[in-house]
């Protein structure tokens, strides 16, 4: 697998608050409603339905992401459903203080070699927007 590591980011929130609303989709969709519009449309075409978040793009379609693991309070993983390649985003929590969290986000992609250079660099653009999106859901 190939793995693309987002810019960690900082959340001022404790690592169980922030655990406790991205492993929950219906609190996601709750505070993704609440964001600015402009805030909105930084994130791309975000979806929640039936405890799935999914993500629109115009190379790929449509993407479902279930939550496939979670070690409280410090990772959660979200695997792609129905994906042509096996595909996981993963976020890990990092206590920093009381009430400060360093979030690092990845996606796990099973890509052919020959895809990598085509592939590999919106991989990481969406590693690192996904890191920043989280960010600010929770700001």
Same mark, same amino acid.
């Given at each position: 697998?190939?793995?693309?590591?987002?810019?960690?980011?900082?959340? !001022?929130? +404790?690592? *169980?608050?922030?655990?406790?609303?991205?492993?929950?989709?219906?609190?996601?969709?709750? %505070? $993704?409603?609440?964001? /600015?519009?402009?805030?909105?449309? &930084? =994130?791309? &075409?975000? %979806? $929640?339905?039936?405890?799935?978040?999914?993500?629109? *793009?115009? &190379?790929?379609?449509?993407?479902?992401? =279930?939550?496939?693991?979670?070690?409280?309070?410090?990772?959660?993983?979200? @695997?792609?459903?129905? @994906?042509?390649?096996?595909?996981?985003?993963?976020?890990?929590?990092? /206590?920093? +203080?009381? !009430? @400060? *969290?360093?979030? *690092?986000? @990845?996606?796990?992609?099973?890509?052919?070699?020959?895809? %990598?250079?085509?592939?590999?660099?919106?991989?990481?653009?969406?590693?690192?927007?996904? =890191?920043?999106?989280?960010? &600010?859901? !929770?700001?």
């Amino acid at each position: 697998m190939s793995k693309y590591s987002g810019k960690p980011s900082m959340v !001022n929130r +404790s690592n *169980t608050e922030l655990f406790s609303k991205l492993s929950n989709v219906d609190a996601m969709r709750e %505070r $993704f409603e609440q964001i /600015p519009d402009d805030v909105k449309a &930084q =994130a791309g &075409q975000l %979806r $929640f339905e039936d405890n799935r978040l999914i993500i629109v *793009t115009p &190379q790929a379609g449509e993407i479902a992401f =279930a939550i496939k693991s979670a070690k409280e309070p410090e990772q959660i993983v979200y @695997s792609a459903e129905h @994906s042509p390649v096996p595909l996981n985003l993963v976020v890990d929590l990092k /206590p920093v +203080s009381e !009430n @400060s *969290t360093e979030v *690092t986000t @990845s996606i796990d992609v099973e890509l052919p070699m020959m895809l %990598r250079p085509l592939v590999g660099p919106q991989m990481q653009k969406a590693a690192d927007k996904l =890191a920043e999106v989280i960010s &600010q859901l !929770n700001a």
